[in-house]
């Protein structure tokens, strides 16, 4: 991974594809909140190894604005390949949508563990109460420790040691609210394919309503992991999670046909 761009809150990291490998598209992972890029090592580099090179930004949640300035850049550098693909975990599937729903030039988005709280004021998915989540403590309201905040990300044994390392995670970042600037768009605005991902037993955010959200996006369709935990893209499924991932970026390159009938 070298890092190629960053700010006080907001990095760039990129993931290269094999040498000789004829490249497939660009996707940009845009990370979750509390989350250093390293935290996709092992993501990124399986859809890599699958000849897409990977941009991972980071800081979603921390400075919307300059993250999605970071996008923005990616999506217009001509080196590299085309078509765009952002995948977004967390805060990071809501700045995705948000970009997909201004027009930005992606052909498809991925989403997990998308933040969607029911509000029952809210009519067409735009308000800021719609991108917030469960505040990261138990039933009684108690913040839960270091570990178990990582419990509630991942359950893969692997993935929990990466989460360990100094550096690789904000354990508190889950009880932070998305800020203001950060909300979702009107479902109806997107109008890229997009696969959303959820695991079952995800306790950081409202799965039902997420679910819900998403069924009024056109062309979205909704999986769950068994048994999986907030971080779908990093959980004990990975590999099933990832393989369904480039099987939807395949399909849209195939004009949006199914390859596996």
Not at 137 to 160: F, M, N, W
Not at 181 to 194: C, F, I
Not at 228 to 243: E, K, Y
Request: hydrophobic fraction near 40%; aromatic fraction near 4%; charged fraction near 20%.
């Amino acid at each position: 991974m070298t890092v190629t761009s960053s700010t006080s809150t907001v990095t760039t990291t990129a993931i290269e594809i094999k040498p000789g490998a004829n490249p497939r598209g660009t996707v940009t992972m845009i990370a979750g909140r509390g989350e250093a890029a390293s935290v996709y090592d092992r993501f990124a580099g399986r859809i890599a190894y699958d000849a897409y090179p990977v941009r991972v930004v980071t800081g979603a949640a921390a400075d919307p604005q300059a993250a999605a300035e970071a996008v923005h850049a990616v999506l217009n550098d001509p080196e590299l390949p085309t078509p765009h693909f952002l995948v977004g975990s967390d805060a990071g599937g809501v700045l995705a949508l948000d970009l997909a729903a201004d027009e930005a030039p992606v052909a498809g988005v991925v989403i997990a563990g998308l933040p969607v709280a029911p509000s029952p004021a809210a009519t067409d998915g735009t308000t800021a109460s719609d991108a917030g989540s469960t505040p990261a403590a138990d039933a009684s309201g108690t913040v839960l420790d270091p570990e178990a905040q990582i419990g509630r990300r991942s359950t893969c044994p692997v993935h929990q040691s990466v989460l360990r390392q100094p550096g690789n995670l904000d354990p508190a970042a889950l009880s932070t609210p998305l800020p203001a600037s950060l909300s979702l768009p009107a479902p109806e605005s997107v109008k890229v394919p997009v696969l959303g991902v959820y695991g079952e037993s995800d306790d950081v955010v409202d799965v039902n309503a997420g679910t819900a959200w998403l069924t009024r996006v056109p062309g979205a369709a909704v999986v769950r992991t068994a048994d999986g935990a907030h971080d779908a893209l990093n959980d004990r499924s990975h590999r099933s999670v990832a393989a369904r991932i480039v099987q939807f970026l395949e399909d849209i390159k195939n004009d949006g046909s199914p390859i596996l009938r």
